[in-house]
C-alpha cells in the first residue's frame, strides 16, 4: 500500500466507515446513504503514488428517453463547480460525480481527504434532488437547477 492508499484508508478508519479494499487494485469501495437516496458507491481508485480518484455514483440509472435532459441539467450544475464534476454514460446511464487529486509526494491530512473524498456525496446530496424531479417530476433541467439553488436564498 502506498502513502496515498495508506492515507486515504486512514481517512476511513477516522469515520468509522465500513469498506472493502482492493490491494491489487489499489481501489476503496463503500456504500452511502445520502437524504435524497440510499445506496450510493463510493469508489476511491489510488491511481499511483501521486494520483487518486474518488467516485460518487448515483444509485439509479437514467432512463434513455430521459438522457438528454439529464446531459443538460448537469452540464448546467458543471459549470461554474471548483472540485470536481458530474458525469453521465450515455451507455448505460449511470450518473456520478468525480473528484481528482493529484497530490504529488506531499502527505494528505485528514481535513484535505475529508475535502476530496466527502466533496462527491455532498454534490449528490445537493444535486440529486434534480435528479429525481426530471426522472419522476416532468421537471426542465432548468427548473431543476432553480428549484434548489433557489433554497439557497
Not at 2 to 28: C, H, L, M, P, R
Not at 40 to 57: G, H, P
Request: hydrophobic letters at 35%; charged letters at 25%.
Amino acid at each position: 500500500m502506498n502513502a496515498i492508499a495508506t492515507a486515504v484508508k486512514a481517512y476511513y478508519d477516522s469515520q468509522g466507515w465500513k469498506y472493502d479494499y482492493n490491494e491489487d487494485e489499489n481501489v476503496f469501495y463503500m456504500r452511502m446513504s445520502l437524504k435524497v437516496v440510499d445506496g450510493c458507491r463510493v469508489i476511491t481508485d489510488v491511481q499511483n503514488d501521486k494520483t487518486f480518484i474518488t467516485y460518487s455514483i448515483f444509485p439509479i440509472k437514467i432512463p434513455v428517453d430521459k438522457r438528454l435532459a439529464m446531459a443538460e441539467y448537469l452540464t448546467r450544475v458543471n459549470y461554474g463547480l471548483i472540485h470536481g464534476n458530474f458525469e453521465m454514460d450515455f451507455e448505460d446511464g449511470e450518473v456520478r460525480y468525480k473528484v481528482t487529486t493529484c497530490c504529488g509526494p506531499i502527505e494528505m491530512d485528514l481535513n484535505s481527504m475529508e475535502t476530496v473524498i466527502d466533496c462527491g456525496f455532498y454534490m449528490l446530496d445537493r444535486y440529486g434532488e434534480g435528479i429525481l424531479s426530471i426522472l419522476y417530476g416532468n421537471v426542465t433541467p432548468e427548473q431543476a437547477i432553480k428549484n434548489i439553488e433557489g433554497k439557497d436564498k
